[in-house]
């Protein structure tokens, strides 16, 4: 029997036109929609295909999870292009691959778990962020005090999520698969009078590879 390619769907659908995409491990990113480029304002960019994992251990500030660095204090973000890693507790580290190059398999190390398909992750990109963001939470997502990036782990729209405060102008969240139909509504009603509309990976890529 002759297995098909994998498919993948992202929670999030925007009410706007794709104007380029791109089949990527089973998935159909939107690389960038139609008029994008002639509407001023932040973009909400859906990156619920990129990979993330979850890694545990009892003594993780002594792992070097991918062979990542862990982060000595906790809400403290490594970036290490690909990846970035994000020390959420105790015990738990959470891994993104945000770079542009082919993200790594599943280590097969215990302590594993990897979360793409059980999670949404959305950024918000662009000038007008911060006012965005006071529309959907009370955090605080921009103390001048603490160095970026950084994590904070909070509601956003009542929604559980792990926010990384980039710079002003990007701020990546993931939170459960299941609001991220909803909470991506939610986001570009709150924020349309700031002018916050969807955006393509495109738009992700650039502000990243910028900082």
């Given at each position: 029997?002759?297995?098909?390619?994998?498919?993948?769907?992202?929670?999030?659908?925007?009410?706007?036109?794709?104007?380029?995409?791109?089949?990527?491990?089973?998935?159909?990113?939107?690389?960038?929609?139609?008029?994008?480029?002639?509407?001023?304002?932040?973009?909400?960019?859906?990156?619920?295909?990129?990979?993330?994992?979850?890694?545990?251990?009892?003594?993780?500030?002594?792992?070097?999870?991918?062979?990542?660095?862990?982060?000595?204090?906790?809400?403290?973000?490594?970036?290490?292009?690909?990846?970035?890693?994000?020390?959420?507790?105790?015990?738990q580290v959470a891994i993104w691959h945000l770079?542009?190059s082919s993200s790594p398999p599943t280590p097969?190390?215990?302590?594993?778990?990897?979360?793409?398909?059980?999670?949404?992750?959305?950024?918000?990109?662009?000038?007008?962020?911060?006012?965005?963001?006071?529309?959907?939470?009370?955090?605080?997502?921009?103390?001048?005090?603490?160095?970026?990036?950084?994590?904070?782990?909070?509601?956003?729209?009542?929604?559980?999520?792990?926010?990384?405060?980039?710079?002003?102008?990007?701020?990546?969240?993931?939170?459960?698969?299941?609001y991220g139909r909803t909470f991506a509504d939610?986001?570009?009603?709150?924020?349309?009078?700031?002018?916050?509309?969807?955006?393509?990976?495109?738009?992700?890529?650039?502000?990243?590879?910028?900082?």
């Amino acid at each position: 029997m002759k297995i098909g390619p994998p498919f993948r769907r992202s929670p999030v659908s925007f009410d706007a036109t794709p104007a380029e995409t791109e089949l990527r491990d089973g998935w159909t990113v939107v690389l960038r929609y139609e008029d994008e480029d002639d509407r001023p304002g932040p973009r909400l960019v859906d990156l619920s295909h990129r990979r993330r994992w979850d890694f545990q251990d009892a003594d993780v500030a002594a792992r070097r999870p991918m062979d990542l660095p862990v982060p000595g204090e906790y809400g403290q973000v490594g970036v290490h292009a690909p990846l970035v890693i994000n020390r959420m507790n105790r015990t738990q580290v959470a891994i993104w691959h945000l770079g542009e190059s082919s993200s790594p398999p599943t280590p097969p190390t215990a302590g594993f778990t990897e979360t793409t398909d059980g999670h949404c992750m959305l950024a918000f990109v662009g000038p007008g962020v911060p006012q965005v963001l006071e529309h959907l939470t009370p955090l605080d997502l921009f103390d001048p005090v603490r160095p970026t990036p950084f994590l904070t782990q909070g509601p956003v729209l009542r929604v559980p999520c792990q926010i990384v405060t980039f710079a002003a102008h990007l701020v990546v969240m993931t939170l459960a698969r299941g609001y991220g139909r909803t909470f991506a509504d939610a986001a570009l009603k709150s924020g349309g009078p700031v002018g916050l509309t969807p955006g393509g990976e495109r738009r992700f890529v650039e502000a990243i590879a910028a900082l």
